[in-house]
């Protein structure tokens, strides 16, 4: 391995959204700084199993709603 070309490894404090911290070792930052997490494993929808419910306000109910009534040539709607 070439010396001088890799970047620092250090020991750094992340801290999670419910303000539980666990150290882990990284090249961001510097050695004892602190990553606050404004999402991670605990909060975010992809691992808490959580749903995107569809509303009125999604791209294709806008659609639907702005072209209703809209007749195309040849008689469909």
């Known amino acids: 391995m070439k010396s001088g070309i890799h970047p620092k490894y250090h020991e750094i404090t992340v801290v999670m959204t419910d303000g ?3 150290k882990t070792r990284t ?3 510097k050695p004892g700084d602190t990553m606050n ?3 991670d494993p605990k909060t975010h ?3 808490v199993g959580g749903q ?8 294709l109910s806008r659609f639907n709603k ?7 040539p040849g008689g469909t709607a």
């Not at 702005?66 to 195309?72: V, Y």
């Open 45 to 47: 929808p992809a691992w």
């Open 66 to 72: 702005r072209f209703k009534g809209m007749t195309f």
């Open 52 to 59: 995107r419910k569809l509303t009125d306000a999604g791209q």
């Open 20 to 22: 539980t911290s666990f």
């Open 37 to 39: 997490l404004d999402i």
């Open 27 to 29: 090249t961001w930052g």
